[in-house]
C-alpha cells in the first residue's frame, strides 16, 4: 500500500478533523429537525470522535504514514451518512422533497461503505500503513473490489431512482430499494450477500495474521502489536456488553457506562501503538484494564445477589434493599480490588508484581538488620533488582564514611 505523497502537509490532517467535526454539527443539527436523535447514539458519537481525534493526531505527526488517514476516514463517512440520511428523511419524508439538495443526500446517504472498508484496513495496516508482506495482496484486491462493486452498485440505484422522480425513503433515512431490492434491483440482494460475509472473512485474516505476527515479533514491534490486540479484544467485549445491556438499572448503569468508554480502547490503541507514546506501559495497563473488569463484574455480581436476596427470600422493599446493596457494594470494593489487583499482576504483570515482592521482602529484612554495611549492600541489590537503574549512589551522614555502589 503505497504512501502518501510528500506533498501531504500536517495542516492537511487538523483541515480535515475540521470537516468531520462539521459532519457531525450537521447530522446533530439534520437529525434533531427530523426528530431522529435519541441520547442512545452519544456513545456512537464518543466512539467515532475518538477514531476522529487519533486519526488528526497520527496524521498530524506522521502525514505519510497511511495510517492516520485510514483512521480519520472511518468517523468522516460514517459522520457523512449520518448527515445525508437524516438529510433525506427530512426532505422526502416531512418537506415532501421540497428541499434543495435532497437528490444528493440521497446518494451520500450509503457512504458508510467506505468506512467499513477503511476500518478493516486498518487493522492489516497496522502500524506503519504497510502491508506485512506480499502473500496479502490478493486479498487486500478483492477487499477493495467488492467495496467498489458494494459502492457503485448503491450509486448506481440511488441514482436511477433520482433521477426516475421514485425516491422512497424509510425510517432511518435510506432508501428503500436497497433495503428491499425486487425486480430490477433483484441483483443487488446477491452482492449484499455477498459484501458483508466476505468483508468479515477479510477482517478475521488480517487479525489472525497480526496474531501470528505478534508471537514472531520482537522489541518495539511486539508492543505495538499488543496495544493492537489489547485494544481491539476490549472493544469487540465492550461492544457486546453495550448490545446485551439493553435498560441499565442501578449498578449496571456503571457496567454500561465502563463498556461505553471501553469501545474507544480501540481507536486509543491505535494511536498510542503507531506514535509509541507509553508504548511500554502496555503490560500495565493491560493488568489494570483486567483488574478493573474484574472488579466491576464481581461487585454486579455481588449487587444482583443481594437485591435479590432482599427482596424475593426476606422480602425487603426494594428501594430498602438497592440502598443496602449499594453500601455492601461500596465497601467492598477497596479489599476487593487490592486482591484482584495482586492476583491479575503475578498473571499479567510479572515484572510489577516481582518488584513488589522484592521490595516487601527487603523491608522485611530491614526490620531486623543491624549492620549499615549490610543495609547498605541488601538496598543496592534491592534498587538493581527493581529498578534496574545504569548507576547507584548511596549518601550516608558525614559521620559515616559513604559507599558508592
Known amino acids: 500500500m503505497p504512501a502518501p505523497a510528500r506533498v501531504v502537509r500536517p495542516a492537511?490532517?487538523?483541515?480535515?478533523?475540521v470537516l468531520t467535526?462539521?459532519?457531525?454539527?450537521?447530522?446533530?443539527?439534520?437529525?434533531?429537525?427530523?426528530?431522529?436523535?435519541?441520547?442512545?447514539?452519544?456513545?456512537?458519537?464518543?466512539?467515532?470522535?475518538?477514531?476522529?481525534?487519533?486519526?488528526?493526531?497520527?496524521?498530524?505527526h506522521q502525514p505519510r504514514n497511511p495510517m492516520g488517514w485510514v483512521v480519520l476516514g472511518v468517523p468522516f463517512f460514517l459522520f457523512l451518512t449520518d448527515s445525508a440520511s437524516s438529510y433525506s428523511y427530512l426532505d422526502y419524508?416531512?418537506?415532501?422533497?421540497?428541499?434543495?439538495?435532497?437528490?444528493?443526500?440521497?446518494?451520500?446517504?450509503?457512504?458508510?461503505?467506505?468506512?467499513?472498508?477503511?476500518?478493516?484496513?486498518?487493522?492489516?495496516?497496522?502500524?506503519?500503513?504497510?502491508?506485512?508482506?506480499?502473500?496479502?495482496?490478493?486479498?487486500?484486491?478483492?477487499?477493495l473490489a467488492l467495496g467498489a462493486l458494494w459502492l457503485g452498485g448503491v450509486f448506481a440505484i440511488s441514482l436511477i431512482a433520482v433521477l426516475g422522480h421514485h425516491v422512497s425513503i424509510d425510517s432511518s433515512g435510506g432508501l428503500t430499494s436497497l433495503d428491499y431490492p425486487a425486480g430490477a434491483t433483484a441483483w443487488w440482494g446477491t452482492v449484499q450477500k455477498v459484501f458483508f460475509p466476505a468483508a468479515a472473512v477479510c477482517w478475521l485474516a488480517w487479525l489472525?495474521?497480526?496474531?501470528?505476527?505478534?508471537?514472531?515479533?520482537?522489541?518495539?514491534?511486539?508492543?505495538?502489536?499488543?496495544?493492537?490486540?489489547?485494544?481491539?479484544?476490549?472493544?469487540i467485549v465492550a461492544a457486546i456488553a453495550l448490545v446485551w445491556i439493553n435498560t441499565p438499572a442501578g449498578w449496571w448503569r456503571v457496567a454500561d457506562a465502563l463498556a461505553a468508554i471501553g469501545t474507544a480502547a480501540l481507536p486509543v490503541s491505535i494511536g498510542f501503538g503507531i506514535l509509541k507514546f507509553r508504548l511500554y506501559d502496555i503490560d500495565r495497563i493491560i493488568s489494570r484494564t483486567l483488574a478493573y473488569a474484574i472488579v466491576t463484574g464481581l461487585l454486579i455480581g455481588v449487587y444482583a445477589g443481594l437485591v435479590l436476596l432482599a427482596t424475593q427470600v426476606f422480602l425487603f422493599h426494594n428501594s430498602v434493599a438497592v440502598a443496602a446493596a449499594t453500601l455492601v457494594a461500596a465497601a467492598l470494593f477497596s479489599p476487593v480490588r487490592h486482591r484482584v489487583q495482586r492476583a491479575v499482576d503475578h498473571r499479567f504483570n510479572r515484572?510489577?508484581?516481582?518488584?513488589?515482592?522484592?521490595?516487601?521482602?527487603?523491608?522485611?529484612?530491614?526490620?531486623?538488620?543491624?549492620?549499615?554495611?549490610?543495609?547498605?549492600?541488601?538496598?543496592l541489590?534491592?534498587?538493581?533488582?527493581?529498578?534496574?537503574?545504569?548507576?547507584?549512589?548511596?549518601?550516608?551522614?558525614?559521620?559515616?564514611a559513604s559507599r558508592p555502589g
Open 381 to 400: 541489590s534491592t534498587v538493581d533488582q527493581v529498578l534496574q537503574p545504569a548507576h547507584v549512589t548511596v549518601w550516608t551522614p558525614p559521620a559515616t
Open 21 to 60: 467535526l462539521l459532519l457531525l454539527v450537521a447530522a446533530a443539527v439534520f437529525s434533531s429537525a427530523a426528530h431522529q436523535f435519541k441520547l442512545s447514539d452519544l456513545g456512537q458519537v464518543a466512539l467515532l470522535l475518538s477514531f476522529a481525534v487519533v486519526g488528526v493526531v497520527v496524521a498530524w
Open 93 to 143: 419524508r416531512l418537506h415532501g422533497g421540497q428541499l434543495p439538495l435532497g437528490g444528493l443526500a440521497v446518494l451520500l446517504a450509503p457512504s458508510w461503505a467506505p468506512a467499513i472498508v477503511l476500518a478493516g484496513l486498518s487493522v492489516l495496516l497496522f502500524p506503519d500503513g504497510r502491508l506485512p508482506s506480499r502473500r496479502w495482496r490478493p486479498m487486500v484486491w478483492i477487499y
Open 208 to 235: 489472525a495474521g497480526q496474531v501470528v505476527s505478534y508471537r514472531r515479533s520482537s522489541g518495539e514491534r511486539r508492543l505495538q502489536l499488543k496495544w493492537l490486540l489489547s485494544g481491539g479484544t476490549v472493544f
Open 12 to 17: 492537511a490532517a487538523l483541515a480535515a478533523g
Open 351 to 379: 515484572a510489577r508484581y516481582d518488584a513488589d515482592q522484592t521490595v516487601a521482602a527487603f523491608a522485611a529484612r530491614l526490620q531486623d538488620a543491624v549492620d549499615l554495611g549490610t543495609v547498605h549492600s541488601d538496598l
